[in-house]
């Protein structure tokens, strides 16, 4: 189904926006906005990045000429109305930093955590990424929906099998993993912020992604982090999914009050 | 025909042997020789901290210098370390809170080595108020107690199997020894860590009994204990302590003062005879170089009850300059700095992760 009206739609982040770029260079996914754009830095560079009176503005020489790179319209900075929809991407906000710990945390018999410890912990992942703060804050002006995809788990066969045995729970089920991202979903909800997991398809041994989302020199390159375009298909069809099922909630239905003449 | 100062048994001492030459010639920080260790800590041995509040300050002085200090049960690293504190993550080696007496330290161990059944009724108690849970081994473990009765025996589960692990690995086990006095359920006969009604629970004179555990129990629990411990790890050593922080109150009717003197005093002789009767258990005097008058009273707050910062590090000066003295080590080197390589590397796969894509 067609959204109700095509909304534009600003990709934020750091290098891990690249999967999502190329996902829409290779046509992985069909774009139903007016207006798709890309803003951000990638790692190093994106530290630059700062919320500066509700915008964001890169604020080093370095952050400033990769916005120019990658910022198509030259936009020189970001604030929450320029777009209909925000998608924060990665953005240092790191799967592997939160879900990964607390699965490994889950196969020891010394790792339980209390409900209070945990939440603790969420909280301290979200509101410890600086990115995180600026999706909330645009959240908190009403004027944009905001979206948020953490950066995904690392990249299998990349990693060394010991350093995988020490850190990845390899035994953890998707139940498991729901149970986690349910939990982010929840918190970022009481921020107004709508996350987009790491889809279920791309995961493997425990908390890995699967080598067929790497990049395409992922294993050329030894590099865990990064995703190619099929990931950024899938993340992108997430939002599209949640923006469509948003638009058709906010038509009124036939049988509803609001569908009921107010005058007489 | 010798002198009779050569032939008597003290004519051969050393000057730690004699007041006047080891405690009055001195001013009393310049005060030595207090303790000589059975065996060596060093900074490649695990070291398991428990006990009383002041146990808390070996663990930080052990971390802070290097050591091997054993988190058996550590916090999230997402945790901020003010926020793993306020869970009473880090504190000690697992999270017990403060085991103050021979008996708790017993039954956490009865409990953690399966010795106990953690299903008995003497362990299935808890502390209910508004709705939140509190586990009476340790009440304040959890600030505002737990959210349901699962929760707290989970979290319980879950800390019994880091001492557990604490025990097995662990090359020194160091538990500084707290209190005479204590509450326990006169049913069940375990023993609280505070009394019920103080920090949680509700104090009922029919079911909760006053002890002020004597000689004889202390030691018999204490030999319980490190027989339990050695059963779990025959090489572990074992460390004694006495904390030097006076009773916040007595129950005892005896002035406060002086049921400190005799809980103390009991402690201190239960540690010393374990240490002199025990292979592998040795006696490390903080109580003395806190308390003892030669000292002036200089390491208490003015409350005379808190130490204070120069007195926790005193002792443990006193502690690390007595391993050094007797177990010599070569100086350490500096912790290595974190790997720049490795972070370059990955801002440049960064960089060219976006140049691939964006760049026209």
């Given at each position: 189904m067609p959204l109700q009206d095509n909304p534009s739609i600003c990709v934020f982040g750091d290098s891990h926006i690249a999967c999502v770029k190329r996902a829409v260079d290779d046509g992985h996914v069909d774009i139903p906005a007016d207006r798709l754009e890309f803003w951000g830095a990638s790692g190093?560079?994106?530290?630059?990045i700062h919320l500066r009176g509700g915008r964001l503005k890169p604020m080093t020489e370095e952050a400033r000429a990769q916005v120019q790179m990658i910022s198509a319209s030259g936009r020189d900075s970001l604030g929450a109305g320029d777009f209909d929809a925000f998608l924060f991407v990665g953005s240092r906000l790191r799967s592997h930093s939160y879900i990964v710990p607390m699965l490994w945390r889950a196969r020891d018999e010394a790792g339980y955590l209390s409900q209070a410890v945990r939440d603790a912990v969420l909280d301290r992942w979200l509101t410890g990424c600086r990115a995180y703060r600026a999706a909330r804050a645009f959240a908190a002006t009403g004027k944009s929906r905001v979206f948020f995809s953490p950066a995904s788990f690392m990249n299998d066969q990349i990693m060394d099998e010991k350093t995988i045995a020490r850190t990845i729970n390899q035994e953890a089920s998707a139940s498991a993993r729901a149970d986690l991202w349910n939990g982010v979903a929840q918190r970022m909800g009481r921020d107004g912020v709508t996350l987009i997991a790491q889809p279920e398809q791309t995961v493997t041994r425990g908390c890995l992604t699967k080598i067929d989302y790497a990049s395409e020199r992922a294993v050329e390159m030894r590099d865990p982090v990064h995703k190619n375009g099929a990931y950024g298909a899938l993340i992108l069809e997430q939002l599209f999914l949640q923006l469509e099922s948003e638009a058709v909630g906010s038509q009124p239905r036939a049988d509803t009050p609001a569908d009921t003449p107010t005058e007489a | 025909m010798n002198d009779s100062t050569d032939t008597n048994p003290y004519s051969g001492l050393p000057d730690t042997a004699f007041w006047r030459t080891a405690v009055a010639a001195h001013n009393p920080l310049e005060i030595s020789g207090l303790w000589v260790p059975e065996f060596a800590i060093l900074p490649k041995h695990r070291v398991v901290t428990a006990g009383s509040c002041f146990a808390q300050h070996f663990s930080r002085a052990l971390r802070a210098r290097g050591?091997?200090?054993?988190?058996?049960?550590?916090?999230?690293?997402?945790?901020t370390e003010e926020q793993a504190r306020s869970f009473n993550y880090g504190i000690f080696s697992t999270r017990t809170g403060n085991i103050y007496t021979a008996r708790m330290l017993r039954q956490w161990l009865e409990l953690a080595l399966g010795?106990?059944?953690?299903?008995?009724a003497a362990w299935t108690e808890v502390w209910e108020t508004e709705g939140r849970f509190q586990d009476p081994l340790r009440p304040v473990i959890e600030p505002g107690g737990f959210l349901s009765r699962d929760e707290l025996f989970s979290a319980r589960a879950a800390t019994l199997a880091a001492l557990r692990r604490a025990v097995r690995r662990a090359d020194v086990f160091v538990f500084t020894m707290g209190l005479t006095e204590s509450w326990r359920n006169l049913q069940t006969g375990a023993e609280y860590a505070l009394c019920p009604g103080t920090a949680g629970g509700v104090f009922d004179p029919d079911r909760h009994q006053f002890c002020n555990q004597r000689y004889p129990e202390i030691h018999r629990d204490m030999t319980v204990a490190l027989d339990l411990l050695r059963a779990a790890n025959p090489g572990l050593k074992v460390l004694l302590t006495v904390s030097p922080v006076p009773l916040t109150a007595t129950a005892s009717g005896q002035h406060v003062l002086t049921a400190t003197s005799y809980s103390k005093s009991v402690l201190r002789a239960v540690a010393g005879d374990l240490a002199a009767d025990r292979d592998g258990v040795d006696y490390f005097p903080s109580y003395e170089i806190i308390t003892h008058p030669a000292f002036r009273?200089?390491?208490?707050a003015s409350n005379q009850r808190s130490v204070v910062a120069k007195g926790v590090d005193h002792v443990m000066e006193s502690f690390f300059a007595a391993q050094q003295a007797h177990f010599p080590q070569p100086a350490r080197q500096g912790i290595k700095p974190p790997p720049a390589e490795e972070r370059s590397a990955r801002a440049v796969k960064c960089e060219e992760e976006m140049l691939d894509a964006f760049a026209r």
């Amino acid at each position: 189904m067609p959204l109700q009206d095509n909304p534009s739609i600003c990709v934020f982040g750091d290098s891990h926006i690249a999967c999502v770029k190329r996902a829409v260079d290779d046509g992985h996914v069909d774009i139903p906005a007016d207006r798709l754009e890309f803003w951000g830095a990638s790692g190093p560079d994106f530290r630059g990045i700062h919320l500066r009176g509700g915008r964001l503005k890169p604020m080093t020489e370095e952050a400033r000429a990769q916005v120019q790179m990658i910022s198509a319209s030259g936009r020189d900075s970001l604030g929450a109305g320029d777009f209909d929809a925000f998608l924060f991407v990665g953005s240092r906000l790191r799967s592997h930093s939160y879900i990964v710990p607390m699965l490994w945390r889950a196969r020891d018999e010394a790792g339980y955590l209390s409900q209070a410890v945990r939440d603790a912990v969420l909280d301290r992942w979200l509101t410890g990424c600086r990115a995180y703060r600026a999706a909330r804050a645009f959240a908190a002006t009403g004027k944009s929906r905001v979206f948020f995809s953490p950066a995904s788990f690392m990249n299998d066969q990349i990693m060394d099998e010991k350093t995988i045995a020490r850190t990845i729970n390899q035994e953890a089920s998707a139940s498991a993993r729901a149970d986690l991202w349910n939990g982010v979903a929840q918190r970022m909800g009481r921020d107004g912020v709508t996350l987009i997991a790491q889809p279920e398809q791309t995961v493997t041994r425990g908390c890995l992604t699967k080598i067929d989302y790497a990049s395409e020199r992922a294993v050329e390159m030894r590099d865990p982090v990064h995703k190619n375009g099929a990931y950024g298909a899938l993340i992108l069809e997430q939002l599209f999914l949640q923006l469509e099922s948003e638009a058709v909630g906010s038509q009124p239905r036939a049988d509803t009050p609001a569908d009921t003449p107010t005058e007489a | 025909m010798n002198d009779s100062t050569d032939t008597n048994p003290y004519s051969g001492l050393p000057d730690t042997a004699f007041w006047r030459t080891a405690v009055a010639a001195h001013n009393p920080l310049e005060i030595s020789g207090l303790w000589v260790p059975e065996f060596a800590i060093l900074p490649k041995h695990r070291v398991v901290t428990a006990g009383s509040c002041f146990a808390q300050h070996f663990s930080r002085a052990l971390r802070a210098r290097g050591y091997n200090w054993l988190d058996a049960e550590p916090a999230p690293d997402l945790l901020t370390e003010e926020q793993a504190r306020s869970f009473n993550y880090g504190i000690f080696s697992t999270r017990t809170g403060n085991i103050y007496t021979a008996r708790m330290l017993r039954q956490w161990l009865e409990l953690a080595l399966g010795e106990a059944d953690p299903e008995d009724a003497a362990w299935t108690e808890v502390w209910e108020t508004e709705g939140r849970f509190q586990d009476p081994l340790r009440p304040v473990i959890e600030p505002g107690g737990f959210l349901s009765r699962d929760e707290l025996f989970s979290a319980r589960a879950a800390t019994l199997a880091a001492l557990r692990r604490a025990v097995r690995r662990a090359d020194v086990f160091v538990f500084t020894m707290g209190l005479t006095e204590s509450w326990r359920n006169l049913q069940t006969g375990a023993e609280y860590a505070l009394c019920p009604g103080t920090a949680g629970g509700v104090f009922d004179p029919d079911r909760h009994q006053f002890c002020n555990q004597r000689y004889p129990e202390i030691h018999r629990d204490m030999t319980v204990a490190l027989d339990l411990l050695r059963a779990a790890n025959p090489g572990l050593k074992v460390l004694l302590t006495v904390s030097p922080v006076p009773l916040t109150a007595t129950a005892s009717g005896q002035h406060v003062l002086t049921a400190t003197s005799y809980s103390k005093s009991v402690l201190r002789a239960v540690a010393g005879d374990l240490a002199a009767d025990r292979d592998g258990v040795d006696y490390f005097p903080s109580y003395e170089i806190i308390t003892h008058p030669a000292f002036r009273g200089m390491f208490y707050a003015s409350n005379q009850r808190s130490v204070v910062a120069k007195g926790v590090d005193h002792v443990m000066e006193s502690f690390f300059a007595a391993q050094q003295a007797h177990f010599p080590q070569p100086a350490r080197q500096g912790i290595k700095p974190p790997p720049a390589e490795e972070r370059s590397a990955r801002a440049v796969k960064c960089e060219e992760e976006m140049l691939d894509a964006f760049a026209r």
